[in-house]
């Protein structure tokens, strides 16, 4: 059974710096795609940065430049490093996972193409 567990959430004023932690169990992120998605109140879903499981990685260019994803293989853990954050930066966080597209050139970046969500984690950047 896979399970997603986010941290490392938490209220920055703008400019500041967070990494987001997301633990898993139940799979393997060497063989599993692995990605990041916010939800801002009143807004959808999106994607905006994604890992595969050759390392080849992806970005929003709404956060391109500003944020850095990257995986610990041996403790199973997805990180979002996110430095110059905005105020328009403020949703929950969420991490997800898929068995598909681990390997090759095409990391997915749509929420459905993903199979295993976490619950979140808040991200809150004040001007």
């Known amino acids: 059974q896979v399970q997603l567990v986010e941290s490392g959430g938490g209220s920055v004023q703008a400019g500041g710096s967070l990494t987001l932690s997301c633990a898993g169990s139940g799979y393997s992120n060497r063989n599993y795609c692995m990605g990041w998605f916010r939800q801002a109140p009143g807004k959808e879903r999106e994607g905006i940065a994604a890992i595969n499981g050759i390392g080849r990685t992806r970005y929003a260019d709404s956060v391109k430049g500003r944020f850095a994803v990257s995986k610990d293989i041996a403790k199973n853990t997805l990180y979002l490093r996110m430095d110059s954050l905005k105020p328009e930066d403020t949703a929950m966080y969420y991490c997800?996972?898929?068995?598909?597209?681990?390997?090759?050139?095409?990391?997915?970046?749509?929420?459905?193409?993903?199979?295993?969500w976490g619950q979140g984690t808040q991200v809150t950047v004040s001007s």
């Open positions: 997800a996972a898929t068995p598909h597209y681990y390997y090759g050139s095409y990391v997915p970046l749509f929420t459905t193409e993903y199979n295993y």
